[in-house]
């Protein structure tokens, strides 16, 4: 069984531009979770999909990110316009259920913006 | 509000020596806890996780923790390390209640292991 799949695994764009993270959870996976870490800082988490509806999206830092999961099985996360400070590791997860404690976490995507 | 704390950003030690690496947490009941590992190019991976019963849990790899209520601890432990065990452990604690199980995440620990 295929793991949660992310793509790309690295990104280096300039301030200004914008970059499209994509995550594929594991097959019948209802629950799809981003999470970021900044360089040496903790990962935090970002929003919550159950399906294609947001449950919960209460650490997206500002309205420069778009997550997205349109048909409830893959999902994106835009940022427009990229800022210094968006750099870091962004993870992808999903569970099959909301109220399983165990979550399975992609490689992430290492976003670096100059 | 819930933090974890990992004090050792890095960790090196010889293969075949034990490890012990730190995690403290601040919440005000006991939350369920966990240890992930991320090794290079790949996600995290459960090592292991206490909800509940004895204090002494066996993971895989053969990582063991234990949960010290007293120290809001979960120490993470092996015995003799191996090479492939250079990676960067992560605590994480999710509450009991609240409906939420968002995992509040320490800034992790990087391992180096000598040959």
């Known amino acids: 069984e295929a793991g949660v799949t992310q793509f790309p695994s690295h990104s280096v764009i300039e301030k200004g531009q914008t970059v499209t993270l994509r995550c594929d959870p594991i097959s019948g996976h209802d629950n799809l979770y981003w999470y970021r870490r900044v360089m040496g800082k903790e990962i935090k988490f970002l929003l919550h999909f159950v399906k294609e509806s947001k449950q919960d999206e209460s650490g997206m830092p500002n309205n420069r990110f778009l997550a997205e999961r349109t048909g409830g099985t893959y999902s994106t996360l835009k940022v427009q316009p990229a800022e210094l400070e968006d750099s870091g590791v962004y993870f992808c997860?999903?569970?099959?259920?909301?109220?399983?404690?165990?979550?399975?976490f992609g490689p992430g995507t290492r976003l670096t913006v100059l | 509000a819930q933090s974890v704390t990992q004090p050792d950003i890095h960790i090196t030690v010889s293969e075949g020596a034990s490890l012990e690496l730190r995690c403290n947490y601040s919440?005000?009941?006991?939350?369920?806890l966990f240890w992930y590992v991320q090794s290079p190019g790949q996600g995290l991976q459960l090592l292991l996780k206490y909800f509940s019963g004895d204090t002494l849990v066996q993971g895989i790899k053969g990582f063991e923790a234990e949960f010290k209520r007293s120290q809001s601890s979960f120490n993470l432990r092996k015995p003799s390390v191996h090479w492939s065990d250079a990676a960067e452990y992560f605590c994480a604690v999710v509450p009991l209640s609240g409906g939420s199980y968002i995992p509040t995440f320490g800034r992790g620990t990087s391992l180096i292991v000598h040959p």
């Open positions: 997860a999903s569970s099959q259920t909301s109220g399983s404690l165990e979550q399975f």
């Open positions: 919440y005000g009941a006991t939350p369920y």
